[in-house]
């Protein structure tokens, strides 16, 4: 497994925009296949947007398409959640989340992942 500690969270308008950064422990970092997750209160752990080990494949849930964009630094051990055109709607706690092996057609699944960071509040206001 991998430590993995979120940061960036924050309130924002709604039209703002975060950005989210997920460090991680270790060597092999660039072997692991990095996923968000949000959860907002009352609601279960919802797939936002996933990234290969080399960062070539990316996937998004459609709710976040086309204004969240994943990206990873493998020489800093870092994956990153750029998130624009915030509505209310995206607030929640986000994690990151890692593992070495995702099947490809279950990267929105979370007991795909073995490692999971803490969590970072993002709150978007009216």
């Known amino acids: 497994q991998v430590q993995l500690v979120e940061s960036g969270g924050g309130l924002v308008q709604a039209g703002g925009s975060l950005r989210l950064s997920c460090a991680a422990s270790?060597?092999?970092?660039?072997?692991?296949?990095m996923g968000w997750f949000r959860q907002a209160p009352g609601k279960e752990r919802e797939f936002v947007a996933a990234?290969?080990?080399?960062?070539?494949?990316?996937y998004y849930a459609d709710s976040v398409k086309g204004r969240f964009t994943v990206s990873r630094d493998n020489a800093k051990n870092t994956v990153y959640l750029q998130m624009n055109s915030l509505k209310p709607e995206d607030t929640a706690v986000y994690y990151c989340?890692?593992?070495?092996?995702?099947?490809?057609?279950?990267?929105?699944?979370?007991?795909?992942?073995?490692?999971w960071g803490q969590g970072t509040q993002v709150t978007v206001s009216s």
């Open positions: 990234i290969g080990g080399r960062g070539a494949r990316t």
């Open positions: 270790g060597r092999t970092f660039s072997t692991y296949v």
């Open positions: 989340a890692g593992d070495t092996y995702v099947r490809s057609n279950a990267y929105y699944t979370p007991s795909e992942y073995d490692s």
